[in-house]
């Protein structure tokens, strides 16, 4: 299990039954990412992007591989083009 230092982003990988134990504690799952608040812009991690999409059911497809390709797409589904299936 990884979880990622919710107070200084260290991340450490532990067994489950110590993982468990720490989730809560100032730890959480590596995996989780916050969203930042507000529109999604240049100045947000792919990361951010890539889970603002997957909180509003956009969809990015493997061809989005840079930055700039997730945040095209996620203003195209926002734009409500059709080229979405999940917007």
Do not use: F
């Not at 916050?34 to 992007?49: I, Q, Y």
Request: proline share 3%; hydrophobic share 35%.
């Amino acid at each position: 299990m990884r979880l990622r230092n919710t107070a200084n982003g260290a991340v450490i990988n532990v067994d489950d039954e110590l993982g468990n134990s720490l989730l809560g504690g100032g730890w959480k799952s590596a995996e989780e990412v916050d969203v930042p608040d507000g529109e999604p812009s240049e100045s947000w991690k792919v990361a951010e992007l890539v889970a603002y999409a997957k909180a509003h059911s956009i969809e990015i497809t493997g061809d989005a591989r840079r930055k700039s390709d997730v945040l095209e797409a996620i203003e195209k589904a926002k734009q409500g083009d059709g080229s979405n299936p999940g917007a």
